[in-house]
């Protein structure tokens, strides 16, 4: 069983960057592909990025590509999120999760809590 807690999200205004994270602890993290979900209020969860069990492989949405970058450092068993030029749509619980390398969010087994970011003009 895997734990995933998410942290560093927050308020910040448009065009400003934050950085997630996602500590995973229970089980054997360079095992698992990990991804970024997020869900704004009255809409579904989305894929934002996923990456492979080293790192070597990647994938973004078209809304967050160029903006974001994800990695991982699997000694420390923690994956990121650096989000740049955050939008107003950009506001969203964010989710991390581990699984398969996939975009879709039911290939992933584990799930974190989330973390509120919310972008303000």
């Known amino acids: 069983q895997v734990q995933l807690v998410e942290s560093g999200g927050g308020l910040v205004q448009a065009g400003g960057s934050l950085t997630l994270s996602c500590a995973a602890s229970?089980?054997?993290?360079?095992?698992?592909?990990m991804g970024w979900f997020r869900q704004a209020p009255g809409k579904e969860r989305e894929f934002v990025s996923t990456?492979?069990?080293?790192?070597?492989?990647?994938d973004y949405s078209d809304s967050v590509k160029g903006r974001f970058t994800i990695s991982r450092d699997n000694a420390k068993n923690t994956m990121y999120l650096q989000m740049n030029n955050l939008k107003l749509e950009d506001t969203a619980v964010y989710y991390c999760?581990?699984?398969?390398?996939?975009?879709?969010?039911?290939?992933?087994?584990?799930w974190g809590q989330g973390t509120q970011v919310t972008v303000s003009s």
């Open positions: 990456i492979n069990w080293n790192g070597g492989n990647t």
């Open positions: 999760a581990a699984g398969r390398f996939a975009n879709v969010a039911r290939f992933y087994d584990y």
């Open positions: 229970g089980g054997t993290f360079s095992a698992y592909a």
